[in-house]
């Protein structure tokens, strides 16, 4: 579709310089964009680019609108105003309401009218899927599950029973939510089964990425606050507690009865150890392993930047030996000392 | 359900101290269990929650019973004790016998009048599945797989040509068992695929957790011994074999033709190298890299604990630099013995 | 099947020591192999192995030929000629074309008349599958893919919206290709979703592994270059490009906006940082954290060997200290100096 600059510029509250009646109908980079496309400048970095740019409109701040010659659309939050007007230029189609006739739907859930569910989607008994919520193809709901208007589960995601998820949260394909904890107790060598019997709540306005996994609580709920963005490959063990609109990059670990706080945010396949509490407004960059409560805000690390592997192999062994090295330093102090009482 | 203290005495063989006519309904915590619920202790650090709690009953050690006002249920392990009662309090219900209208079964499978096949469900020529054995929706099972009896796989599992899975064994949704493992030969810069011929065997009572894979052997098997538990995310490569009892936790991977023994406990997103044996009995932290045989039972770390960004930037670039710290404190050595000599 | 040397020899540029007419049905390793086995020697750690082998032949180096009582077929890649070899005599049994009655295919998606499209697969709308394809059961397939000419989505594999996959590409089951990327504007403590309007290309002659995720772009492509091998679930953000034959092992991440160049060798687990930029033939071994561009060819580590929990320990605190032991360094030469002037 496309849109008058004008329109963009009234519906998304942003001051326009240049013709309200020019019309974009797609995105794209400053460097691609043609005279039909929307660009956007928000990392001052790329600023270069905007002078030869040909595209048809810029959204930016005001800074960086002087002397441009393009059309600009002006916003306090550059970045914050493209997402919007791009998913007006790029709005998904509208999925049919309606049960797909190769979907399995048990007679004892509940599936609102206006509700969409796709191919080889199979719900179980006492499920409540609710308005305008879009079940993708080959989905796997089990009995009693619970899901909130507009949701949207993009394609083969398992919601395991009894499992909650909130309005407008969106769920990338493969992502399976509610599978057992792993809880054994161990016996004589071996291990026994401990039932994983609680649930797991996600609020609204989560999004969750593909094949990421959310385990059911052992006895409580696991529990995913609003807002929260988890990407993809994430592990959620049992019990774990997200606090509203942390967000969590890909790979991350998070072992159970963990609590993370609010507005977190954990770098790419961060470890994080069991039974930890980590305060609000905590990041922690990539690669690094959590393994003690964190109660002050601020940034954390511990992930090692690879140099060239003879240097670093050099390097390891010291790091092995780094307590002789301590003791050598000790000693010389002490002989340093000596010497000069002599 | 609902179970009297006086049998769950008598089936799992505890003392109970208390009425045996009360019953309990399901299970809880110390902190919020109610006068129907069954709690358990088995950490000394939750002792303190003991006095306040309202649970029908406790399991819990003899040294841990003494003037507790609760009935109590005395085990020698109460954890065990507790998940096999949470078994019989929290019985999952009974899936019917037979195959879903939406499942596809080719004619030369066999399946056990007995066994469970939901809905879309697809099932390979010469497949075999065991009696009672349940498949949940969405399961694929290629050509010439064998399902033992009682194995459950929960949704979307993928169970790839003349993989073998013992009885009793649980796999979580999203896990693929015997997909090619990765194995190429080098070529004037590019790669020839090397067919991956071998299959994987799982044992019994074996649990598999959601979204993690198991490669199939390139000539010989991949094998995973009984009651070994894999959590989620944890990836294993071709020709692996994994001890009888195992513990895997979340994320972690192991490279082809690894040996591990039997009784280890792997932490979680440990990354363990290829073609190395690590003997019985050994434990691994979480995060750490296993790059060389391991012959002796112990425990085993290379995890780096995150500390704040600024001090972590400081430590790299001393750890980078440790071989020239090394030869200071050698020089100032032979310094300060010619400085002696004088 | 079975396949007579004289025919191995001469499909494959082999010089035969031994009888043509003797046949082969099977690959096996040295030590297991029978007389109707193809063998081979591609390690020379294995060469002992050879004088015991009952190999019906064995594919070896011309070096490694001398004096073997078994039929040798002798190759300048021994692996590589092996490898073309087993994928004669364990050529997977063909898949019948056509679509299967439990999938589902849009009317106007296009299946060339020698695909297979087998169980409860469904195709969007547009979907383009090019000929002699192989689409495994549960694959779902959104509006606008394109699947060239012997493509195999092994099983459950989700192709999302208009992403191009190349000719003879395989995908093992779980991967899902082309969901979201990572990105979101952050508005007042909270997060914007940034429409992913992307799409992914991949190459010809890949293969992706098991539960690997590949995202689509923000604005403009991810791009997979011919003939790379992406092994298990790996992980690829938004925009990555990487280079032709470049190899990743297990459980890789690559954050977005990166790109590797041709011919790289990535360790399992190893985790690479954002916006970075790779040079060709860069080989980064496992568990270590890339997180500066790499601009010369050569090996790049920081992975941490695992060793026994009591070193570590010490080793860790005393690396967390290491600011202070330099100085304390320092100060011995400062004091020594001084020393030696009085």
């Known amino acids: 579709m496309s849109v008058s600059l004008g329109e963009l510029a009234v519906r998304f509250g942003c001051e326009l310089r240049g013709d309200p009646e020019l019309r ?64 007006v230029l790029h709005a998904p189609p509208a999925l049919p309401p309606g049960v797909h006739p190769t979907a399995w739907v048990d007679p004892l859930a509940q599936v609102a009218d206006s509700a969409h569910v796709a191919a080889h989607v199979s719900i179980g008994a006492g499920a409540r899927i609710g308005a ?9 709901l089990e009995a009693g599950v619970e899901i909130a208007e507009d949701v949207q589960l993009v394609a083969r995601v398992v919601v395991c029973r009894g499992v909650r998820i909130g309005a407008r949260t969106v769920v990338q394909p493969g ?38 996994t959310i385990d059911r609580g052992a006895i409580e709920d696991t529990v995913i606050e609003d807002g929260v963005k988890l990407d993809n490959q994430i592990q959620i063990g049992h019990n774990v507690r997200i ?45 690094s392993m959590v393994s003690h409560s964190i109660n002050e805000p601020g940034v954390y690390s511990s992930g090692l930047p690879a140099i060239p592997a003879a240097e670093w192999r050099r390097a390891v062994a010291r790091l092995h030996r780094l307590d002789r090295m301590a003791g050598q330093v000790a000693a010389l102090g002490k002989q340093l000392n000596r010497t000069q009482d002599d």
């Open 24 to 87: 974009v109908r797609h995105v794209a980079t400053l460097a691609a964009a043609g005279p039909e496309a929307l660009a956007f400048l928000a990392n001052p970095k790329y600023r270069p680019l905007l002078a030869q740019s040909r595209a048809g409109a810029v959204v930016l701040a005001a800074a960086d609108a002087e002397g441009v010659a393009r059309p600009v659309l002006i916003a306090s939050n550059p970045y914050a105003a493209y997402a919007r007007m791009a998913a």
């Open 175 to 212: 992502a399976v939510i509610g599978g057992d904890g792993f809880g054994y107790a161990p016996e004589r060598g071996a291990w026994v089964k401990v039932p994983q019997v609680g649930s797991v709540a996600i609020g609204a306005d989560v999004e969750i990425g593909a094949n990421t």
């Open 132 to 140: 305008r919520a879009a079940i993708g193809p080959g989905c796997v």
């Open 243 to 287: 606090g509203a609109h942390s967000a969590l990059a890909a790979c991350v670990g998070v072992s159970g009865s963990t609590t993370i706080g609010k507005r977190c945010q954990i770098g790419g396949a961060v470890g994080i150890v069991g039974h930890l509490s980590i305060c609000d407004d905590v990041a922690v960059t990539g690669l």
